[in-house]
């Protein structure tokens, strides 16, 4: 069984439709990439996974579960959708972190937000925090930043500050990490430091969704490619086969903008 089924997304926004009928599944332990023009859906497609954006149309389902279906109001109560985001941990282009809180704080402060709601939480309040915290700094020691963890986020590199977002994210323990773009906003000497902890998490079969304009990264790391256009996919398959030897005309016009570095 798949752990991600999505069928037939469509989204409008107003009379423009982004997405149209959008149909894909993700296996366990992989690593899918979307790639495509500005404007082609993919981070609408992204934010409709994480609940961010309602879709007008179709099914999302992990692990066998059905979490949204547009035909049934009772899969789309607030409430609802609030526990069903946390099947997904989404890092975004720009950080989002919260700059009066420490790099440390900023990875516990989610956790101990869901904590409160257990029925115990009255009775192991101190070892729940202790936990949270211990799994906050392994999770910042894994993505390189060990000696960071009491700084503030205007005291860290962009590339530090989104390897602070991918431990927040991490530290909800999702199914499934999306990634929006998440060297957009780097400089490139900052990019490899990004990109070398999301081949690492790739390497430990993390499954995930990366929107990337990142070619070469995709082809090496993801498992699989979607090629995005007008919102609609366009092409899929294995990352190397999409990539190498696309099939597809509009996808060999956009990847021969990309030359290898």
Do not use: W
Not at 102 to 116: D, F, I
Not at 196 to 219: D, G
């Amino acid at each position: 069984m798949p752990i991600l089924e999505v069928k037939n997304i469509a989204k409008h926004f107003g009379s423009t439709e982004v997405l149209k009928n959008i149909s894909f599944s993700l296996e366990q332990g992989q690593a899918l990439a979307i790639i495509g023009s500005s404007g082609s859906g993919k981070t609408t497609l992204l934010r409709c996974l994480n609940f961010l954006e309602r879709p007008d149309a179709g099914q999302i389902l992990v692990n066998g579960e059905l979490l949204f279906d547009a035909c049934d109001p009772a899969t789309q109560r607030e409430a609802e959708i609030r526990k069903k985001r946390l099947h997904f941990g989404l890092v975004f282009q720009c950080f989002h972190l919260f700059p009066q809180y420490t790099a440390l704080r900023n990875v516990t402060l989610a956790p101990e937000v869901l904590a409160r709601e257990r029925s115990d939480y009255a009775q192991t309040r101190r070892t729940i925090q202790e936990e949270i915290q211990e799994n906050a700094r392994r999770l910042l020691t894994q993505v390189g930043l060990a000696d960071k963890l009491d700084l503030y986020p205007h005291q860290l590199s962009g590339g530090q500050q989104q390897r602070v977002a991918i431990a927040r994210a991490l530290a909800l323990n999702p199914d499934i990490l999306c990634f929006d773009e998440p060297t957009s906003a780097l400089d490139p000497e900052l990019t490899g430091e990004v990109l070398r902890v999301i081949r690492a998490l790739a390497e430990q079969s993390t499954t995930m969704v990366i929107v990337t304009h990142e070619m070469a990264f995709a082809r090496d790391v993801a498992d699989r490619v979607i090629f995005m256009d007008e919102g609609v996919i366009v092409e899929e398959g294995r990352a190397r086969d999409v990539i190498d030897h696309p099939k597809q005309a509009r996808t060999r016009q956009f990847l021969s903008r990309y030359s290898e570095n």
